[in-house]
């Protein structure tokens, strides 16, 4: 893939299964592969799984990682490229989507983390930073029965935050 030798995070994803091992051999210039037995199935590709790396290998060489990904889906063939931090941080569509979230932290301040993986038209999540250590400590204690004397006793004797 270009870009590899300087860029840790020259990398996309895909597989070459069964169901869209046609689309992979042709986007990858082997039509040939489709119909020969040496390549037509997954038993018959493992004695030719690394000659079918280094010719994925090939395809890949002048390209980068986004332009490999855009030819693969034109084939129809599930694929992603492999993001860094740094990308993952700036990628609008992450943002978008709420996958990475920006949150605001008492004293931490403002920083990235990851959203809620899962996303329903009636369930939005907020999603904001973490508490302090200890800043719901009288809360919790007043709603397990705790009165206000008890609870500054358990902070004098350093029980609790």
Same mark, same amino acid.
């Given at each position: 893939?270009?870009?590899?030798?300087?860029?840790?995070?020259?990398?996309?994803?895909?597989?070459?299964? *069964?169901?869209?091992?046609?689309?992979?051999?042709? #986007?990858? &210039?082997?039509?040939?592969? +489709? %119909?020969?037995? !040496?390549?037509? $199935?997954?038993?018959?590709?493992?004695?030719?799984?690394?000659?079918?790396?280094?010719?994925?290998?090939?395809?890949?060489?002048?390209?980068?990682?986004?332009?490999?990904?855009?030819?693969?889906?034109?084939?129809?063939?599930?694929?992603?490229?492999?993001?860094?931090?740094? *990308?993952?941080?700036?990628?609008?569509?992450?943002? #978008?989507? &709420?996958?990475?979230?920006? +949150? %605001?932290?008492? !004293?931490?301040? $403002?920083?990235?983390?990851?959203?809620?993986?899962?996303?329903?038209?009636?369930?939005?999540?907020?999603?904001?930073?973490?508490?302090?250590?200890?800043?719901?400590?009288?809360?919790?204690?007043?709603?397990?029965?705790?009165?206000?004397?008890?609870?500054?006793?358990?902070? *004098?004797?350093?029980?609790?935050?």
């Amino acid at each position: 893939m270009q870009g590899w030798e300087t860029d840790p995070n020259a990398y996309i994803y895909f597989t070459i299964q *069964e169901q869209n091992w046609k689309r992979t051999a042709e #986007a990858i &210039g082997h039509p040939e592969w +489709v %119909e020969d037995p !040496e390549y037509n $199935t997954a038993r018959a590709r493992q004695s030719h799984i690394f000659e079918i790396f280094e010719e994925i290998e090939k395809w890949l060489a002048d390209k980068t990682k986004y332009e490999a990904v855009d030819i693969l889906r034109k084939w129809e063939v599930p694929c992603a490229p492999v993001l860094s931090m740094k *990308e993952l941080a700036v990628d609008p569509d992450m943002r #978008a989507s &709420g996958t990475i979230v920006e +949150v %605001e932290q008492k !004293e931490r301040g $403002t920083y990235l983390t990851v959203g809620s993986p899962v996303k329903f038209s009636a369930f939005q999540p907020e999603i904001i930073g973490a508490p302090l250590l200890g800043e719901h400590t009288d809360e919790v204690l007043a709603d397990l029965g705790y009165d206000a004397d008890e609870i500054r006793k358990l902070h *004098e004797g350093n029980v609790v935050v």
